[in-house]
């Protein structure tokens, strides 16, 4: 075993006879499935069984035909996750067969990091009399591709990867079971021994297999016929040509059609587009949006013969798209062609269009006001030259016709009420009865919408009987319902609408297209939705559908913390809070499990709080603190969402909070062996900071994305929120030096923390509005004033006590802010500052004001914003899970690993609270009653001294709970009041304040 760049153990290849493999053919090829499987004899005896595994990008694991496991969890390539699983209780004396199934990417996404394809196994087999075999990959495994999935589609988003295609009549039947017939199978081809490139590191995984547990919807509330949308082309740019940010592409096509014609172009893309027929500019639209189909609308004469098509799409960042098509009488006869040579309609080409790209621009606006050689003279033959850059040619755009993609395909048919073809005992697909029974007729397709009741994330599951064989089943996920003028419907109301399975750009819908007989379709990967629509083409004879279910897969977690009070509002918006962020606990932490599923380190901190009151759990926190750790860069960097590939994933707020959330984790847990282990990275990002500092110690000018809110904070020049942040984690640095004993750098760090701070009151500080303005540049300081510079200079301690409460007023109470927080993620520095500046119930008002709105609306989850248009379980924003544990029942550790408990409650203008805190010690438990007097229940683990705050009570009896006997106790005071009363023994008191 050895140590990797974080600390992290580097499991060394111990002997085991496991290789790299494999099969023949590309190194990277793009949503590429692959089968592999082993059959072996066991002995008699077998004592355990432990199956250590990994691949290149994910797997399911089979053990004679059973789904085992699924993995592996997400690394950085250089150190690649190596799961193990005990795979005793599956194996049996005799003949035995492992089998995987794998998916590689080939493509980067947010929560990959692109390799190359691979594979590696190796199986340690202990048997009773204590001998020992190792079974790993070689070339006696058997591979042979996956036949049964489409590799062509489009990714569903830059985020995520692909959506599924399953065609269950080109499957290997029965391929996981040890008695299947193999003999066409290829042998693996062996890519070397573990280290080599592109993983050079094994790493453990740390953390436990994700929980599947059967979960079914609650209601069928639609059903009815549909009939298929007009289609047209679909072009994703980034698969063909990658351009971080700032492209410029052309794409041209020519179009014969049979006579002069009076139609319409309609088109959509991403961003600012450009197009023009026979050489008439007829769209131009400078513009940011995510694409959708037929977003821009114009009527054109098209002549008889061939029709020249140029189009322009100039890219802003992330995502890149161009859609196409023709409407209006006749728009049928037309034929599309690369090449404008003599054709009939039936000659019409998959792939028509020309794509040359990208050219590079310095701004969006500038690529879309430059003229570049196709606009002046466009031929497929003509290559195009750019400035600085070697010239380019045209080529191919890889085309996908519309009706190929499920999601734009449902989210755009004409649905009616069922008619000849129906729907008996819709019930049957919630697992009421017999299932569902979709009958043929004469519409195109039958469609039903299920309500899972609330968000959900795992593996959907159809089962499915009676097919001829070719009937297909796609399924749309979404979560929430739209109208159809787009518009977000509230589940409060009731309301009636449709499942937008194209939302925001993300194709979010998946196909299988049936064998003849009974089966059963599951998702290869998550999926995340609270609405599913189930649409039914090609039926020739009934179909029995039914249950749909969904395998709920998160970290698993313990329900250990509670919260209740004598405020329901409160009780239910603790419990929101609660299923969001386990929904947001796969392995790792992401921001939402249905967009992006990223690790971004700022939703991660939040999360990791909440967790610790909530589940206290440290396992995953700790894994992503070193995931991290292992991003960072030769400047000093780390990442602020990773591990990915993406070019964007720098940024500094992120890396700062990240030190910030280790502090965190060391107080909690009470572990400062990873403070140890993260200390070189830790001195890293504050060196990169460090270069950046001005005459006034404060940081001036930061590179990179300076993200703190989704709000007008200027975050340019000498930036107070970016400075007040910068505090924050040196002061966390300083903690941690002392408690892994290096109080030379503690000493380094606070007196940088002490010249920022003296920097922020002499350059930003506003002594009549008594709080800080927002930045300082060129000799002028703004007059802007954010709540984001104020509260987190709360919330890090660059102001306390009197002089805190000051601010708050300020920015809350005297008007002075002109930059309002703008998401639920910072509102939760915001809870921060106000209990830090002691307006508790300011704080609780705060909660049930903001918070109320999305659980009148129907949340079942957080928002991302406090608006309806974006991702609907986003982990950033359950601060109040938290708060109303650590504020309200008073529960917060005093010193690292709770060694020290403060009980501190702040009941407001609630009347009792009880609930409790899961920590290493055990459950700390706490319920009080605010009568005529305070009185409080504790319940504490052994040898936990508890802290009783001055302000709370001057003296206190305390008796147990067990017998009512007084009990006596130390007690000391400290310089404010304070009183530490140690309890003698684990167990229960009471204790009366006065």
């Known amino acids: 075993m050895q140590t990797g760049a974080s600390g992290e153990r580097v499991l060394a290849h111990q002997g085991g006879p496991g290789q790299w493999i494999w099969c023949a053919g590309e190194k990277q090829p793009r949503n590429f499935y692959l089968h592999l499987r082993r059959t072996f004899a066991c002995r008699t005896g077998i004592r355990q069984a432990v199956l250590s595994l990994t691949a290149d990008s994910r797997y399911h694991l089979f053990v004679h035909g059973v789904r085992v496991a699924f993995g592996p969890a997400r690394s950085d390539r250089r150190w690649q996750c190596l799961d193990q699983w005990d795979i005793t209780r599956y194996l049996r004396t005799g003949r035995n067969v492992i089998a995987a199934l794998v998916h590689h990417y080939g493509e980067w996404t947010f929560s990959y990091m692109l390799g190359r394809g691979g594979f590696l196994a190796d199986l340690a087999l202990t048997y009773d009399d204590d001998t020992f075999e190792h079974l790993g990959s070689d070339a006696s495994w058997l591979v042979r591709p996956a036949e049964a999935w489409d590799r062509r589609m489009p990714r569903m988003s830059i985020q995520l990867g692909f959506a599924e295609i399953f065609d269950a009549r080109r499957d290997f039947e029965g391929w996981t079971s040890a008695e299947f017939d193999d003999a066409g199978w290829k042998p693996a081809v062996v890519l070397g021994p573990p280290g080599m490139e592109p993983w050079p590191r094994l790493v453990p995984r740390g953390i436990p297999a994700m929980t599947e547990t059967p979960t079914h919807p609650v209601a069928v509330i639609d059903s009815g016929t549909a009939d298929p949308p007009p289609v047209g082309h679909y072009v994703d740019l980034h698969r063909i040509v990658w351009c971080a940010a700032h492209g410029v592409a052309y794409l041209g096509t020519y179009i014969w059609s049979p006579k002069d014609l009076s139609l319409e172009i309609r088109a959509g893309s991403q961003e600012a587009l450009k197009l023009w027929l026979n050489g008439e500019n007829v769209i131009s639209n400078f513009v940011k949006r995510d694409p959708s189909p037929d977003q821009e609308r114009t009527p054109v004469q098209l002549r008889k013969g061939w029709n020249t098509v140029l189009a322009k799409v100039v890219q802003d960042e992330m995502q890149w798209h161009f859609l196409f098509r023709l409407h209006g009488e006749g728009s049928d006869r037309c034929v599309y062609s690369r090449t404008p040579t003599p054709v009939t309609p039936e000659a019409d080409e998959l792939d028509p269009w020309w794509l040359v790209g990208p050219l590079r621009a310095e701004s969006m606006r500038a690529g879309f006001d430059t003229a570049y050689p196709p606009e002046v003279h466009w031929h497929p033959d003509a290559p195009v030259a750019q400035s600085g850059g070697p010239e380019l040619r045209w080529i191919s755009a890889g085309v996908t016709n519309e009706s190929q993609i499920t999601a734009i395909l449902m989210s755009r048919e004409q649905r009616s009420t069922a008619g000849r073809t129906r729907i008996t005992n819709p019930q049957g697909l919630i697992g009421s009865g017999e299932p569902a029974l979709f009958m043929p007729g004469d519409a195109h397709t039958v469609y039903a919408v299920i309500d899972f009741g609330k968000e959900v994330a795992g593996f959907p599951v ?154 206290g759990d440290f396992a995953l926190i700790r894994r992503g603190i070193r995931t991290v750790a292992q991003s960072q860069d030769a400047d000093g960097w780390t990442r602020g969402i990773y591990p990915t590939d993406w070019s964007y994933a720098i940024l500094p707020t992120f890396s700062l909070v990240w030190i910030i959330s280790l502090y965190d984790y060391v107080r909690f847990s009470g572990d400062r062996t990873l403070a140890t282990e993260c200390l070189t990275q830790v001195r890293g990002v504050l060196e990169a900071c460090g270069r950046y500092r001005a005459e006034h110690g404060l940081l001036r000018n930061m590179p990179y994305w300076l993200f703190v809110d989704w709000a007008g904070v200027d975050s340019t020049g000498e930036s107070a929120s970016v400075n007040a942040l910068y505090y924050g984690a040196l002061r966390a640095a300083v903690e941690m030096a002392q408690l892994v004993e290096r109080p030379e750098i503690g000493r380094t760090y606070a007196a940088i923390a002490e010249e920022v701070r003296t920097g922020m009151m002499q350059t930003l500080w506003d002594e009549e509005k008594r709080c800080f303005r927002e930045s300082w540049q060129g000799g002028v300081t703004s007059k802007e004033v954010s709540e984001q510079a104020n509260c987190w200079a709360i919330a890090f301690g660059m102001v306390e006590g009197e002089r805190a409460s000051e601010v708050m007023s300020a920015i809350t109470h005297g008007g002075q802010a002109t930059v309002r927080i703008g998401t639920p993620y910072f509102s939760f520095y915001m809870l921060d500052a106000l209990s830090k500046s002691g307006n508790h119930a300011q704080m609780l008002e705060y909660i049930r004001k903001r918070w109320s709105v999305m659980l009148k609306w129907g949340a079942t989850t957080w928002w991302e914003m406090w608006e309806t248009n974006a991702s609907h379980c986003h982990g950033w924003s359950a601060g109040p899970t938290c708060f109303l544990q650590s504020e309200v029942l008073g529960i917060k550790p005093a010193l690292p690993g709770w060694e020290e408990i403060t009980i501190d409650p702040h009941p407001g203008d609630l009347t009792w609270a009880k609930g409790s805190v899961p920590t290493p010690r055990g459950l700390v438990a706490v319920q009080w009653k605010n009568e005529e007097r305070f009185s409080l229940r504790i319940d504490v683990p052994a040898k936990t001294r508890v802290r009783l705050p001055g302000d709370l009570c001057k003296e206190v009896e305390v008796r147990r709970v067990s017998d009512g006997a007084v009990c006596n106790f130390e007690q000391t005071k400290d310089a404010h009041g304070g009183i530490s009363v140690i309890v003698p023994d684990p167990g229960s008191y009471l204790i009366h304040c006065t």
């Open 462 to 615: 159809l089962e499915i009987d009676g097919a001829a064989g070719g009937e297909i089943i796609d399924i749309g996920y979404s979560e929430f319902l739209t109208g159809s003028d787009g518009s977000v419907l509230s589940p409060a109301e009731g309301k009636m609408g449709m499942v937008n399975c194209d939302r925001g750009a993300v194709h979010y819908a998946d196909r299988y297209i049936c064998k003849p007989g009974r089966q059963q379709f599951r998702i290869f990967d998550k999926r995340a939705f609270r609405y599913m629509q189930v649409d039914v083409r090609g039926l020739t004879r009934p179909l029995r559908i039914g249950p749909a279910s969904l395998l709920l897969s998160t970290y698993p977690v313990e329900y250990l913390g509670v919260f209740e009070c004598s405020d329901s509002l409160l009780n239910k918006i603790w419990e929101v809070g609660r299923w969001t962020v386990q929904l947001n606990m796969e392995d790792a932490y992401t921001d939402c499990p249905w967009r992006e599923r990223g690790q971004w380190w700022g939703d991660a901190r939040i999360q990791a709080l909440v967790n610790y009151y909530a589940f």
